[in-house]
């Protein structure tokens, strides 16, 4: 379980590919320390799996759908990734609960400077769409955000402060890049059981992917 409160930007070192999975290494000095082998750590948002460690950063596996869900499958060589490790049991919860399982990708949209801070709106995929709500809470490449307006039923836009700004990686991202999304937890376990019940419809019953109420 994570908090999408990033902790430091890595970079990835190095990338190997094998057969149905894809070795990343990331240089990450500011963590490592504290890491040990079979450590969770979300990257970008997706929980993965420490399976080695150096002195200044570790190396994790992606395979299957973690490379078909995630931005995973784009990483280089120099790439910034947002990290977090597992929250401890007991630690404040600073931003909200994420379980580092990503949901789909997004894509961003635009940047809006806008003062001190900057206005960014995603293209959401139904899945995530249909619980996402206004002033609600969505994990964007693992960097936990409040939903600033809902410009379109798939459009979501967020208000980047300054600080999250400079201690992530959202701000070297480019219109038209994916970016890995997660739902709001709550959101998702709400609208799964009221849509087993039959008062809510199911994403499939219209186009847009947003749950209705049944009249």
């Not at 994570?2 to 057969?19: D, K, N, Q």
């Not at 759908?65 to 597992?86: D, F, I, Q, W």
């Not at 801070?117 to 769409?129: E, N, Q, S, T």
Request: aromatic share 4%.
């Amino acid at each position: 379980m994570f908090s999408g409160i990033v902790e430091t930007v890595g970079t990835v070192t190095a990338v190997r590919e094998g057969e149905d999975v894809r070795a990343i290494t990331i240089r990450a000095v500011e963590i490592v320390e504290e890491l040990t082998p079979g450590a969770s750590v979300a990257v970008d948002g997706a929980c993965l799996t420490v399976v080695a460690l150096a002195e200044d950063g570790f190396t994790v596996d992606a395979v299957g759908t973690t490379l078909a869900r995630t931005v995973a499958g784009s990483y280089r060589p120099g790439a910034r990734v947002n990290l977090e490790r597992a929250m401890r049991l007991g630690d404040r919860l600073d931003g909200h609960l994420v379980q580092g399982h990503v949901d789909a990708l997004g894509e961003l949209l635009e940047v809006v400077p806008a003062g001190e801070y900057h206005r960014m709106d995603f293209r959401l995929p139904p899945i995530v769409a249909k619980v996402t709500i206004l002033h609600g809470s969505i994990t964007i490449n693992g960097v936990s955000l409040t939903v600033n307006a809902l410009p379109a039923t798939d459009v979501c836009q967020v208000a980047v402060i300054p600080y999250t700004w400079s201690h992530t990686n959202l701000a070297h991202l480019e219109p038209g890049e994916g970016v890995n999304l997660e739902g709001d937890l709550i959101g998702k376990y709400v609208g799964s059981m009221l849509a087993a019940r039959g008062v809510l419809k199911e994403a499939g019953d219209q186009d847009d992917g947003v749950l209705r109420v049944r009249e």
